[in-house]
């Protein structure tokens, strides 16, 4: 148990475990890790995961395994604890029996990477928690799911599971996944839906925009559709207290949802399978504050504030009567600080990384926020997703 006192806790920050490291540079395709001569004629590693990526993929380096580089990093920025995931792209691109084979081992690797040597060099002392890992890939059976859920919750430090947007190949409104949001559900893990394919590609158009497009925008649309379907197919409303934690703060989902709702209204077939409006279930749901911007915080916790005015069959009576302030203070209370460590590090060589300093500007400066929800934001909102009281 630690104590709840201001604490500053990051939920969305990722780790390629030395062994899917070494995995990813035993491959000769994508994804992989692979090495090459500089400009100055020195060997470097090179990640290339993402689609689309030039074949040079980009420079990779300690940060992206070393856990004394991710205590560092907790230390510059005065981040107490942090919740680890693996990186994208997880496991989606294996076969079944390597899949199941390397989630146990790496769940319980990132167990031994949570629960020793907990302190920064020098420094404060650190707590490291986990998200595990499922083989979500096509053709695996539901037992060895299920084995791997029962796994995660059984390791202390694991409190769970970094999940794509694939599922078993069908996306997370595949009926095959309905006894694993049941034994999520009932394991209390926390489900976190991470992006990893963006949109196609040949949205993207001709012109050199580098990463600018895949990860702003198609990052985002990719986590919007995945949860959009989920909700469809009314798995909220089968698993009332499944706990999922939306990456970059729910995507367009916010923006989107009033819109989803009157088409929703529009359709009798899917308005007749959900229970609610779609308004309520972003209410059900987490969002991580990786938006880098006060207003786009205020206003994602203005919609989850509202949710609860969207109960269907007239049960309104939780229903919130307040102002727009108090709905925004409500919203908050499912959105939590997140860095997206290793990525986006600084160019130069920067003491602290700005998008980091960005993330806490933007909850520091959100209009209508006060002390007690910026610092729900900040850490005490995943002490109590996460069960970290006493
Ligand atoms: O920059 C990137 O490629 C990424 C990535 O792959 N995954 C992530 O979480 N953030 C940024």
């Not at 990526?53 to 560092?72: A, H, T, Y």
């Not at 893990?189 to 001709?206: A, C, N």
């Not at 997206?340 to 993330?359: C, I, Q, R, T, Y």
């Not at 209508?368 to 970290?388: C, M, P, Q, Y």
Request: net charge negative; aromatic share 8%; hydrophobic share 40%.
């Amino acid at each position: 148990a630690v104590a709840s006192h201001r604490l500053l806790v990051d939920i969305h920050t990722h780790v390629y475990l030395p062994r899917y490291a070494a995995f990813l540079r035993a491959r000769s395709n994508a994804p992989r890790i692979f090495t090459r001569e500089n400009a100055e004629g020195k060997t470097e590693e090179r990640l290339l995961i993402l689609d689309g990526e030039p074949s040079g993929g980009r420079p990779m380096g300690p940060q992206f395994w070393d856990k004394v580089e991710k205590l560092n990093f907790m230390e510059r920025h005065g981040i107490d604890i942090s919740v680890v995931s693996s990186a994208n792209p997880w496991l989606d691109f294996l076969p079944a029996s390597t899949a199941h084979q390397l989630a146990s081992e790496l769940n319980n690797d990132l167990e031994e990477y949570c629960s020793s040597s907990p302190s920064a060099a020098g420094g404060e002392l650190k707590q490291l928690y986990g998200f595990g890992l499922l083989p979500l890939v096509p053709e695996v059976t539901t037992s060895s799911l299920l084995d791997t859920v029962r796994q995660i919750s059984a390791l202390p430090h694991l409190k769970g599971i970094i999940m794509g947007s694939r599922g078993l190949g069908k996306g997370l409104d595949d009926d095959a996944l309905e006894s694993v949001w049941a034994a999520i559900q009932k394991a209390r893990l926390v489900v976190f839906l991470h992006p990893h394919y963006g949109v196609d590609g040949k949205e993207w158009g001709d012109k050199e925009n580098g990463h600018v497009l895949p990860l702003a925008l198609g990052f985002p649309f990719e986590t919007t559709i995945a949860i959009t379907r989920l909700i469809l197919s009314g798995v909220l409303d089968r698993y009332p207290d499944l706990r999922i934690l939306l990456a970059h703060s729910g995507g367009a989902l916010p923006q989107l949802s009033s819109r989803l709702a009157s088409c929703i209204d529009h359709d009798p077939v899917v308005a007749s399978r959900l229970k609610h409006d779609a308004r309520y279930y972003l209410g059900k749901l987490y969002f991580d504050a990786v938006a880098y911007g006060s207003e786009e915080l205020g206003f994602v916790s203005d919609v989850i504030g509202r949710s609860d005015k969207f109960v269907k069959s007239g049960s309104s009576a939780g229903a919130s009567k307040g102002t727009g302030a108090a709905t925004r203070r409500l919203g908050s209370r499912r959105m939590l600080f997140g860095t997206d460590h290793p990525f986006f590090p600084p160019l130069g060589g920067a003491e602290k990384w700005k998008s980091v300093v960005e993330n806490l500007e933007a909850i520091d400066g959100v209009h209508g926020w006060d002390e007690v929800d910026k610092d729900g934001v900040r850490g005490t909102n995943a002490l109590s997703l996460f069960g970290l009281r006493s």
